[in-house]
């Protein structure tokens, strides 16, 4: 069975225990029984949340995963071609990190990796050199 699946039926579960928790009257015979159902509330409501999470991290693609960082001029190759525009990516450096020219990320599948290629996780860890 697949988390999305769980997912799912967890949603159906949530909605049985909401009908049930509100069909009951408000009388002191019922408050055990209230108490218990708003427990299981509660329970499914948390196990829903940590399900969810794990979907999206299964979904999740990093840039390292999908594409390679092309420095120039290597990069060059690349250009002409018709789908560079539309998939290929420009770095552009945070404040913290030293600025690459025209150095861009590319998905793998339209690159022959070689070992001279840079990851986005060296490009993040460079340190910034301070030219004073």
């Not at 420095?71 to 770095?91: G, I, S």
Request: proline share 5%; with cysteine.
């Amino acid at each position: 069975m697949t988390n999305k699946k769980i997912y799912n039926m967890l949603v159906e579960i949530q909605g049985q225990l909401e009908d049930a928790y509100y069909s009951l009257p408000d009388y002191n015979a019922n408050s055990d029984g209230k108490s218990s159902l708003d427990g299981a509330r509660c329970d499914v409501s948390n196990l829903m949340d940590d399900v969810e999470r794990t979907i999206l991290n299964e979904d999740k693609v990093t840039m390292d995963e999908e594409y390679v960082l092309v420095l120039f001029p290597d990069v060059q190759d690349y250009m002409t071609e018709k789908w560079f525009r539309q998939d290929a990516y420009l770095c552009q450096p945070r404040e913290h990190q030293e600025h690459i020219d025209s150095a861009y990320f590319i998905p793998k599948d339209r690159v022959i990796l070689d070992k001279d290629k840079v990851t986005l996780d060296e490009v993040l860890n460079t340190p910034v050199v301070n030219p004073l």
